[in-house]
Structure formats: structure tokens, C-alpha cells
């Protein structure tokens, strides 16, 4: 027989550790979470689980809805472009400009020891 009471509290663990870090993902696993309550609720004739466990559904959406677009927001313009290549590889650096981090580095080092 499967335990779903098990597979409820690891989802309750999952989703309360993805929403601590701001992650969107928690949202996700707390709404699996609540359809499995509703199917323990079913199945031992505890009616009163399966509404509040919709209700909370729908609050899961709204909230992802409202996450979503804000974590897309948070990141560069360049990143949202082009979500797969390095934003300072991808454009061509001015002549005489450092095209990285590391070699701004360098030539900040090598300034520093001329003076």
C-alpha cells in the first residue's frame, strides 16, 4: 500500500525549503502537496481536507502568477536576451576595453604596479 501521508510530508519539507530560498519552484510542489492531501482526505472519508486543499490550489496560482514575472524582472536585459550565452562574450568589446572580468583584472593590476 502506498504511504501518501509520507509523500506529503516530503513535499511540505521540499516546499517550505524552495519558498524560504524565494524560489517560484515551491509553489509548484506545495500545490502537488495539496491534491495529495485531497486524495489522503478521500480515501479516509475526511471531506473537509479536499475545499480547503482547493482553495489552497488557487492561492498556489495566484502567488505563482504574481512570482513569476518579478523573478524574470530581477534579471539583466542582455541575460533575458540571450539566456544561454555570457552577455560580456556575446557583445564586441570597444577597442582597448577589456572583454572580462579577469582581464580587467589583470590590466587593473598591471596600472597599480606602474604607479
Given at each position: 500500500m502506498f504511504r501518501?501521508?509520507?509523500?506529503s510530508c516530503i513535499l511540505t519539507v521540499v516546499s517550505t525549503v524552495l519558498l524560504g530560498k524565494r524560489l517560484w519552484q515551491g509553489?509548484?510542489?506545495?500545490?502537488?502537496?495539496s491534491i495529495v492531501v485531497c486524495i489522503i482526505g478521500m480515501k479516509t472519508a475526511q471531506f473537509g481536507l479536499v475545499p480547503a486543499n482547493i482553495f489552497c490550489i488557487?492561492?498556489?496560482?495566484?502567488?505563482?502568477?504574481k512570482w513569476r514575472p518579478q523573478e524574470l524582472n530581477r534579471r539583466p536585459r542582455l541575460v533575458r536576451m540571450f539566456p544561454r550565452r555570457n552577455p560580456v562574450e556575446s557583445v564586441a568589446s570597444p577597442a582597448g576595453y577589456p572583454r572580462s572580468r579577469e582581464?580587467?583584472?589583470k590590466?587593473?593590476?598591471?596600472a597599480r604596479s606602474r604607479d
Open positions: 501518501w501521508d509520507y509523500l509553489w509548484v510542489i506545495a500545490g502537488a502537496n488557487g492561492l498556489y496560482a495566484i502567488n505563482l502568477w582581464s580587467l583584472l590590466r587593473f593590476a598591471t
